[in-house]
Each structure stands twice: as C-alpha cells, then as structure tokens.
C-alpha cells in the first residue's frame, strides 16, 4: 500500500508559495493569510521595544470555565474591528483600538442549544455586490453568516437564513453534526469537513464538502472513506468502508490560493485504540490530503500513520512555506503531528522533500488486531519531541519523584517509538498528550525559519473489552495516571519547548523550554517548560509571540535567538494562537484570548473557573 499517491497531473513550474499577510495590518484569518503562516509584517513593535508593552484593554466575555479545550479561538481583525465567538454562544464585535463592544449577536436566536466551534470563525470579504460577512460553524451542523456592519444574520441563505448541514448526513444514524474548526473561505465557497470523534463503528461520514456562500447549496463533496469504483477502495478491508463514522477533521484547513488547493489534515479511524473492523491502512486517517478547491477532485495525499491505532490523528494545519533549492523556491508545507515529527511535504506533489523512511514498529498483543508493521519517519528534521522514554528518563525533580516514577515505569511496557496500547499497562510516547500542538507551525518568510511549540508527555494505558463500537466486540484505551506524587509529569522535563527550524535544510536552529511552574523554579529545579497548546506568531520586526502554557503567561522571543524578551501576566491560560494587527489610528496592537483548556496540567490545581478574557497590549 502506497503511502503517497498523486492524482492528475503533476505540477511542474515551481510557483512562488506562500500567500502573504495582508500589508493593511489585518488580521482577517485565524493564520492572518490563506497559507496559515501566522506571519505579520507589522515592525512597530521590536525586539528593542518590546520590553515596553503595557496592557492596551481587556474585554471580559462574562464566561467562565470552557471545558476540556477552553477557549481557545484567535480573533480576527478587519478594518479597525476585532470579531470572536463566545463561549456563551455569542459572536462579538469589539472597536480594536480600545475594546468597546459594537455588537453583539447571539447564536441561540438561531440555535438554542447550539455554539460556535471552538476554533474560531472566518471572514468573507464579499464583493460589490455583497457586503462583508463573518461565516461561522457550529457545533449542532450549522453555517451561519452575519453582517460585519451591524450582526445582522444574513438571511437568504438557505431555508431559514443558515445551512445545516445535518440534511443528507445524519438521517440513518441520527445524533448530531459537529464542527470544530471554521470553514475554509475560498472565492465564494465555505470548504468544511465535520468532527466525527473518537469512537464507534457506525455513523456519520466525515465527508469534506464545499457550500456556496451565496445561495447555502453544496457544491462537491470528498469522500474521506473511499467508495466502490473510487481511488484507493479497499484499504478499509471488505466491509469496513461501510456505514463507516468519520474520518473527519476537527482543525482548521489551510489554502494555497495561487495553487487553486485547499488541504486538510484528517482525523483518525475509530475505534480510537482497536482496529479489528477496519483492516488495512485506512485511507484517508491520519493523513493530509489536497484537494481542488473548486472541485473537491483529489491532487494527492501523505498518510502519517497507517492503521492507526494511536489516537495519532493530523492535529494541526499545515503550515504553508517556501524551501530554497538550486536557485529556485520549492513551494512546501510543514506538517506538525502528535508523534512529535514535523513532514515537509511538496504542495504541488506531497513528495518529501527531506526524505522519508517506512522504520517497523512494536507489534500489538490485542486479539483480532494487528499493527502496521512499518510507519513513516521523516530523515528530517529529527524528532522535534520525545518519541520513546528508558526508565533513566524518569523525572528527577526530587528523589521522592525519581523514586515513584521508576516505580510506576517498571510496571508497564514502553517498546519505544510506536508502541501500541496493549492488553497489560503500555507507555505511549509522546501520546495524543505530546508532540505537536493543535495550531500547527508557524514560518517567517524573510528568515527562512519554522516555529513549532511541543510538549514531551507520555500516556500509560491498557486495552479492556468495550461495546463502544455498537454492534461488534472491541477493546478501548483505559487512561493510567503517569505522574508523580505531586501530580507533575513523570517524565524527564523539559515538558514544553518552543523551537525553530530551518526551511532550507531542516536543521533545529534553536529550542528553549516554554512555560515555568515557579514553585519548582523556587525549588532550585531548572525551567521544566509546562504542557501546552494554541501557538506562536512572527512578525517582520523580529518577534515571536506565543500564550498557550499553563502558567497564564504572554511571552515574546527574539525570532532568530530564541531569547526571551519579555512576558507579562494574564487572568486565564492563553491556550490559544494569539493575532497582532494595526488599529485605525496606525498604532500596532498584540492580542491574545486568556481561557484556560489544559487545567488538569495547571499546579496546584484550580479552585474556580477562571474567566474568558481578551486582552491587548500595545506601546506606551
């Protein structure tokens, strides 16, 4: 089975790659560009000056708490106006120089039960004809649409004035529709693919689909499990491809515009952890696919785990960059995975351009099921986290903890790289819990460098009978507390680490722990770096900004050093990627949202929710 396959014909004409952040200082999109570089060109603020940032206002959204994943949205900025989704089901608008509200719109006018996905909102320019819209999924099968002048809804767009997207999807097996991530805007289409989570044989199709924005009607639909007659039929084995739930995605998508394609990092197969109903590599899991935006025709695709039974699923969006090579510039992407690997894939072709080898991996002991005997390692860049743990590599942040964490290590199996959740307690490293956050990279185009932030965490286990999947016997994943006596990972810190690597030869430039817990730094215990998730930003100027640890901190680095320049405090984790942009009045501001989501990892533990707040910063 082949791990890569290009469809139609190759591209050959290398193409300048990445579409640039906005010159006017917007921030229109959760990337600010289609390309998701996270890239500003905004100079203002410097590695000079940066140490001078005050808080510029602060907008509190009257939530509190925001369960598993918090809240985790990047604001958009058009035009002087700040737009974000509530936890309470509201979409706000903010004057972005001084955080007065404009409007506000709630969604339960609409949806009484539903709310915004938890990744954002996307923005609609529109044309002369059609004014500006901000487009919004919700976690009930909706796309809504609201007029950026006043929060209108927009009406006229299919029968009541929103899409669901529920019609056609969900009438066999009923429940809901879930979407995580908003759509992809391309020219008048909103590209979207469900969440279709974690468990259970039967149910809805993640199938990618794209809907005009104008009339509410689908325009094409991909298969994200291949039918009968398709390309790569039969990797689900004789009947697993029927009535099969997902796979879905749940991040957010990027856009080659120039290139006409629009990719999308696929969720994983279920069962999570027992693939005894899907035998075979299971295409399109685990993977990143192009696909022709106007079409939804298949370009090509890169399978990062085969038969996945890791909870391993494409966690972030690529990252749209440029590699110099022999004078030229090969357009590229870079792909962040929870293996703590980092693919840097041609977008034109998804061939490796590093090299990448198919290594065998630890077998499985589960009765019914089997490993793929090999997965795919990049030859480079090296692992960016952790992806195998000895027992020397325990935490020894004290004895007491080098002590119960050898202990707890001794009575599990930890067979390196892609160890498998077994029949006895497994360790899994890095696990769902390490490597790559949500956010995917980020790439500073004048530099040449790539910024990742990981976490280096292990998952024990074991696998015990289910009925999850409904009508066949399973096995599912048991969690096991991998922690010491405090309740601080059991393994070797650093926990959390914020990086750069080369575009052009994909070496690891720098790498510095990102995040402290201060009781341990007033301990003696060097910088650990703390779980983490949500990402950075860079700007032209030099800086790098980035929230998402769980000590309720703002940070900026120097981009080129990875030195620290300067941090301040916030009232919730900013577990999140946070936005920089230019207000009316020409002064540029950074924001980020401070919402908390990793507060099993937060020392000690919280008493309260904490609230959901929008800060900005801006010089004196």
């Known amino acids: 089975m082949s791990r890569l396959r290009v469809c139609g014909a190759a591209a050959t004409v290398l193409l300048l790659a990445v579409v640039r952040a906005a010159p006017s200082g917007d921030w229109p999109a959760f990337g600010n560009d289609p390309g998701g570089t996270k890239f500003s060109p905004l100079t203002q603020i410097t590695p000079a000056n940066v140490s001078r940032l005050t808080m510029a206002w602060t907008y509190d959204t009257g939530d509190r708490g925001g369960g598993f994943r918090g809240w985790s949205i990047t604001p958009l900025v058009v035009d002087g106006v700040m737009y974000f989704p509530t936890m309470g089901a509201r979409l706000v608008a903010l004057n972005a120089e001084t955080g007065a509200e404009l409007w506000k719109f709630d969604l339960k006018s609409v949806s009484p039960s539903g709310r915004f996905s938890p990744r954002g909102i996307s923005y609609w320019p529109g044309d002369s004809q059609t004014p500006a819209r901000i487009v919004a999924t919700t976690t009930d099968g909706l796309i809504v649409q609201v007029q950026t002048k006043n929060g209108e809804l927009v009406r006229g767009v299919g029968e009541k004035g929103f899409v669901d997207l529920k019609i056609g999807m969900t009438e066999k097996f009923g429940g809901g529709y879930n979407v995580a991530a908003p759509p992809a805007i391309v020219g008048d289409l909103a590209i979207l693919a469900p969440a279709t989570g974690e468990q259970g044989r039967y149910g809805v199709a993640g199938d990618i689909r794209a809907f005009n924005l104008r009339t509410g009607q689908e325009t094409w639909r991909f298969h994200t499990v291949p039918q009968p007659g398709e390309a790569n039929f039969g990797t689900w084995g004789l009947q697993g491809w029927q009535d099969r739930r997902g796979p879905g995605s749940w991040v957010n998508m990027t856009v080659d515009v120039a290139n006409n394609l629009v990719f999308v990092p696929m969720g994983q197969p279920t069962d999570q952890n027992f693939g005894n109903s899907r035998p075979g590599a299971n295409l399109y899991s685990s993977s990143v696919i192009a696909l022709d935006a106007r079409t939804g025709a298949l370009k090509w695709y890169f399978q990062m785990t085969h038969h996945d039974i890791y909870d391993w699923d494409a966690n972030a969006p690529p990252t ?169 990972p059991c393994s070797a810190p650093p926990w959390g680490e914020l990086m750069a690597i080369s575009a052009e030869t994909a070496d690891i430039v720098w790498r510095v722990p990102l995040g402290e817990y201060k009781e341990l730094t007033k301990r003696g215990v060097p910088k650990t770096g703390t779980p983490n998730a949500g990402g950075p930003i860079v700007t032209a100027s030099g800086l790098l900004f980035i929230g998402s640890t769980t000590d309720a901190t703002f940070r900026a680095f120097d981009s080129k050093t990875g030195r620290e320049l300067w941090s301040s405090p916030l009232p919730n984790d900013a577990i999140a990627t946070p936005l920089t942009y230019l207000g009316r009045g020409g002064r540029q501001y950074v924001a980020t949202v401070a919402g908390g989501g990793l507060d099993n990892f937060v020392k000690p533990p919280l008493e309260a929710p904490r609230g959901n707040v929008v800060v900005a910063f801006k010089l004196p």
């Not at 510039?329 to 490796?352: C, D, H, M, V």
């Not at 952790?386 to 004895?399: A, G, H, L, N, Q």
């Not at 096995?475 to 405090?486: A, E, N, R, T, Y």
């Open 320 to 488: 749209l960059i440029d590699v110099p090579r022999n004078g030229t510039k090969i357009p590229a992407l870079a792909q962040s995975t929870k293996q703590g690997l980092l693919f840097i894939l041609n977008r034109l072709t998804g061939e490796p351009l590093f090299g990448v080898e198919e290594r065998p991996v630890p077998a499985l002991d589960a009765l019914g099921d089997k490993t793929w005997p090999t997965q795919p390692f990049p030859l480079k860049p090296p692992p960016l986290s952790r992806v195998s743990m000895t027992r020397d590599e325990v935490s020894k942040i004290s004895p007491a903890t080098e002590k119960a964490c050898q202990a707890l290590y001794d009575t599990m199996v930890q067979s390196g790289p892609y160890t498998p959740y077994g029949m006895v307690p497994s360790l899994v490293f890095p696990s769902s819990e390490g490597g790559g956050s949500w956010s995917g990279a980020s790439y500073d185009p004048a530099l040449g460098l790539i910024f990742v932030n990981t976490r280096s965490l292990g998952t024990a286990g074991e696998l015990r009978p289910s009925m999850s999947s409904g009508l066949l016997p399973s096995f599912g994943k048991v969690k096991i507390p991998f922690d010491d006596p405090d309740g601080y």
